[in-house]
């Protein structure tokens, strides 16, 4: 028998239902914990006819900052204005404006990332977020894949660095 | 207690005890950043999941009669620790004993 008291969902015991090592990981398995406040041993309840759901396309996702598949540009606001692109249909670097689908980007609401149009892949820190480089890959929604978009800064949900133009410099091919 | 003394079982509103509604259907959302939900997977493990629309796996409801929180999928199941709540192991099961576990 449960009872959800105070955000927490518990038992007799004082053990608590917890996501496993605290990982916000999709198919990461719910275990019991003894009680110690953090929030991933914290739940919501939300009664499926009052539940709003998550907005759907052209809608604004106002925790992520971005409209839901409503395509746009990223530019720089560096001296040339340059636009995110990529080269090598791979790395992500900054380019004078040119008409290519690899300008184009939309936020994508199931996966919470940062796609391109030009082949749906996503925003994604390489190698799993251990180093700083940009480039885009398959979806797979990982921590190094999610960014939202606030005080014209594009900032990784998990580890807050946030988009940078290699050194600042404003030079038409450089990565991000 | 005669029958027709007793108090009929709640079926509908708030349980204050347990701290949910009888027989309404809810997503227990985590408080994790992506908001992701428990959903009952093939049957026996909870998991965190993405919500998706009208996903019954990912709806729960509180039976007020045996006190349980079941899967509106498989409504035999109810939540439960495994081993008789020796274990850390948060799951379903449809052999439901209103036990502490």
């Known amino acids: ?176 | 207690m005669y029958l027709d003394k007793a108090k009929p079982d709640q079926t509908k509103g708030l349980n204050t005890e347990f701290g949910m509604h009888c027989n309404r259907p809810f997503y227990l959302v985590s408080r994790l950043p992506m908001k992701r939900v428990a959903e009952m997977l093939g049957g026996t493990n909870i998991t965190l999941k993405r919500y998706v629309k009208n996903r019954l796996a990912q709806k729960w409801s509180f039976d007020c009669v045996s006190k349980t929180v079941r899967s509106e999928q498989w409504k035999n199941y109810v939540m439960d620790i495994q081993n008789n709540g020796n274990s850390n192991n948060f799951r379903t099961v449809s052999s439901k004993n209103s036990r502490w576990w």
């Open chain 1, 1 to 176: 028998m449960f009872r959800y008291q105070n955000n927490f969902v518990t038992n007799e015991k004082g053990k608590v239902i917890a996501v496993s090592g605290g990982l916000d990981n999709e198919n990461r398995n719910i275990v019991m914990e003894q009680k110690n406040g953090k929030v991933h041993q914290r739940w919501r309840i939300i009664y499926v006819d009052e539940y709003k759901g998550e907005p759907t396309k052209g809608q604004f996702n106002d925790k992520f900052g971005l409209y839901v598949e409503r395509d746009f540009y990223v530019v720089s606001s560096l001296p040339d204005n340059r636009y995110l692109d990529l080269i090598n249909n791979r790395n992500m670097v900054i380019k004078t404006k040119n008409g290519r689908r690899t300008q184009v980007w939309y936020f994508h609401q199931q996966s919470l990332t940062i796609r391109t149009r030009y082949n749906n892949q996503s925003w994604d820190i390489k190698s799993a977020g251990r180093t700083n480089d940009m480039q885009i890959w398959s979806t797979n929604s990982g921590w190094f894949q999610v960014f939202k978009y606030q005080g014209n800064q594009f900032i990784n949900w998990s580890n807050s660095k946030v988009l940078d133009v290699r050194g600042g410099k404003d030079v038409e091919g450089n990565p991000v």
